[in-house]
């Protein structure tokens, strides 16, 4: 990527057209600082300058490491040659990190962009640059959007050298790889990929690297920028990359054999690949005993399918399949919709599109007063359009179900393409009944078989069907049953001993 710079010019000798070169480059902004020194090396005094951006550095560590040992430096013998004198003065007096020399202004302008401190000597064509970098940054704090009630209660933040630390912590091996690669012509976003060494399938991260050095764009600004130019099929409603702010679930996820791309300047980072199934699971679900997880999983899972068909099986019995129906129940729903003057699927669009408004209300309200505007709207609304006799009171019952089922998806971006395929599955039963339905999920079945995610089916270990890795799709067998990582993503397949049994027999 370039920088501001076109083209990149060598630097001149002379101090000042250098800094005035650079303060161009910067349009004269007002945060960009200059501070000039008179450093003495044997028996003469240079000019030197120090280049920094207001706020992207610590000014602490800049005056501590940088100004004060240049103002104190001794003259010696050894520096008879003007230039080897000041080379050496240099990476003997600062103490901040490494130095690193620089020969353009296009590299000294991206120093000074991403942090560093520009070191200008009068007299000579070469630069010095040091890491100074110390931006105001969010603390660690727990999970916003993927809580758990046992498990650890911290997150990623917007620093990637924050997350970076994070994962560490998690998994303290020298086989832990980062690769480092800058997207975005105006932004030069760091992006981190990580992957674990033996672990990871080579393939896999090969696609990636190569999927990451074909985006050409001006801008990174969150990881969802890099989710939509990488994923493998884009016209899809379902999502083919995991996105997380729990370092636990990226861990777990370089564990079985996942890549996991980071971006600077957000707290969630992407794992690939996945299949459908990881949207469904919680990193709770290995925190607890493994029958209290199988179960809570089991509701995970009818709640998505609540989610998605519940409204549009409403539609069509009570549409074209009243037979379906015991007396009792028909004779009472038929009560209720007497003085409804629009049929079930009109109805249930109204419905389901009111509720959408309220959800999104409540998010972008302020944060005081959000829960409470959706929870009374919901409230206030679903009881005046019953006693005005818009709806049946067993319409505001299915679709406020039908919320509540889609608020048990973990996965956020699932949970939405269960919205979206929803609307899709109620003109289906509005139109053709059960079979509209049974026609909408034969489509989407085989819609989600076609899928992959780097390589992955979306469906496996269920298509194709793959008995090893079924122990932990549906239910959660015993860690000390869950010898195997999931063999198509690693070739590294025992994650322990083969010959593993249950500690607890003697």
Known sequence: ??????????????????????????????????????????????????????????SESIHKHLIEPLLNVQATEQTSEQYCGVHEILQQTISVGEIYEAKYDSELLNAILEGSTVILIDGFDE???????????????????????????????EDIRTNLTLLRRKIKSADLRFE???????????????????VSNEKVLNEARRRLKLIDTDSILESAYIEEFIEDKG???????????????????????????????????????????KFLQSSEDYYQRYDIASFVRLIRYASFFVSMLLPSLYIAITTFHQEMLPTTLLISLAAQREGVPFPALVEAFLMEITFEVLREAGVRMPRVVGPAISIVGALVLGQAAVQA?????????????????????????????????????????????????????????????SIKSFGLPYMAPISPFIPSNVKDIFIRLPWWKLITRPLVLTKNVYRQRPTAKNPKKK
């Open 389 to 449: 006799g818009l709806v049946s009171a067993a319409m505001v019952i299915v679709v406020s179900f039908t919320a509540i089922s889609n608020f048990v998806t973990p996965a956020i971006n699932l949970a939405v393409a269960a919205r979206l395929i929803r609307f899709m599955l109620m003109l289906l039963a509005g139109l053709l009944g059960l079979f509209g339905i049974l026609f909408g999920c034969m489509f989407i079945l085989i819609h989600m078989c």
């Open 235 to 277: 016209y899809t409603p379902f999502p083919t990359m995991l996105n997380t702010e729990r370092p636990d679930t990226a861990a777990a996820g370089l564990l079985e054999g996942q890549i996991i791309i980071m971006v600077d300047g957000t707290p969630f980072a992407l794992m690939a690949p996945v299949s459908f199934f």
């Open 180 to 198: 480092s690669m800058k997207i975005g012509r105006y932004t030069r976003t760091e992006i981190i990929l990580a992957y674990l060494d033996g």
């Open 127 to 157: 630069a010095f640059f040091a890491c100074t970098n110390g931006w105001e940054k969010r603390a660690i704090e727990e999970p916003q959007s993927q809580t758990v009630i046992r498990g650890p209660k911290e997150s990623f933040t």
């Open 1 to 58: 990527m370039t920088s501001s710079l076109q083209p990149a010019l060598p630097l001149a000798t002379d101090l000042h057209t250098n800094i005035s070169r650079l303060r161009e480059a910067l349009g004269d902004s007002p945060d960009f600082i200059t501070r000039l020194l008179d450093v003495q090396v044997t028996q003469d005094h240079l000019s030197v300058a120090l280049l920094y951006i207001d706020g992207l550095v610590q």
